[in-house]
């Protein structure tokens, strides 16, 4: 089990609302990840965070943003929710120095109706 | 257009038999992941590959780096073992990029 944490479990909001999911980062860990899961897909990278400072992203729009705290928890932040939006929402630590060992979180559950 | 391509997608298995899941990339890298996904949606880091192969109890993880192709082996597959096994690759920046998954299905 990893130190990742995140939440809330599960989400459902409506088209054009706004969401706000949370990860807590594994102790000592100044890297974060987030990625996208839709049902039946791999993982999709959405950006990645580096002391507090975007260090990476994946095809996806403006709407999706994120910040990273000085005690490098993370927030993920998708405005105008889509129902294509819709998906399971990872979050995953690292130490910058060991970039290819990830702990993941157990997600967030988003379902937009 | 997917980088890493996975085969089979869905995989169902008696209990004991031996299980290969295929994994083939398109680029150079610096290694290779396996993950395994509950139904609860965490995910578990497996093995870490960059060069030929690692074993873990009844896991058995290859990898072949000039055919750009991996494999993870399970043998005396066990119903615990259902769940989505997953390769990623790491290469240029710093974004993963995930298959599709296989979905493992062990029957008693």
């Known amino acids: 089990e990893t130190g990742v944490t995140q939440s809330p479990t ?18 000592g860990h100044n890297t974060v990840s987030w990625y996208q899961q839709a049902l039946g897909q791999g993982p999709q990278f959405i950006f990645q965070y580096y002391r507090e400072e975007e260090n990476g992203r994946g095809n996806f729009p403006p709407r999706f943003s ?12 998708v405005n105008a929710l ?9 979050c995953a630590s690292s130490s910058y120095r060991d970039p290819e060992t990830q702990y993941f979180g157990p997600g967030t559950r988003l379902l937009v109706l | 257009k997917n980088e890493v391509e996975q085969s089979p997608q869905n995989l169902t298995a008696q209990e004991g038999e031996f299980i290969t899941i295929n994994c083939s990339y398109s680029v150079g890298i610096s290694a290779l992941h396996w993950l395994q996904q ?16 690692k074993k873990h109890g009844r896991l058995i993880a290859t990898i072949n780096i000039q055919e750009k192709h991996s494999s993870l082996h399970i043998t005396a597959s066990h119903p615990r073992d259902s769940a989505v096994y997953i390769c990623a690759v790491r290469w240029a920046g710093n974004q993963f990029y995930f298959g599709t998954g296989t979905s493992l299905t062990v029957i008693p």
């Open chain 2, 38 to 53: 509950h139904p609860g949606g965490g995910i578990v880091s497996l093995f870490m590959l960059s060069s030929g192969k």
């Open chain 1, 82 to 90: 889509e129902l294509d939006d819709s998906a399971l929402y990872l």
């Open chain 1, 10 to 27: 599960h989400l459902i909001k409506t088209r054009g609302q706004q969401v706000t999911l949370r990860c807590s980062s594994q102790s």
């Open chain 1, 66 to 77: 994120g910040l990273q705290f000085p005690n490098y928890s993370s927030e993920l932040n």
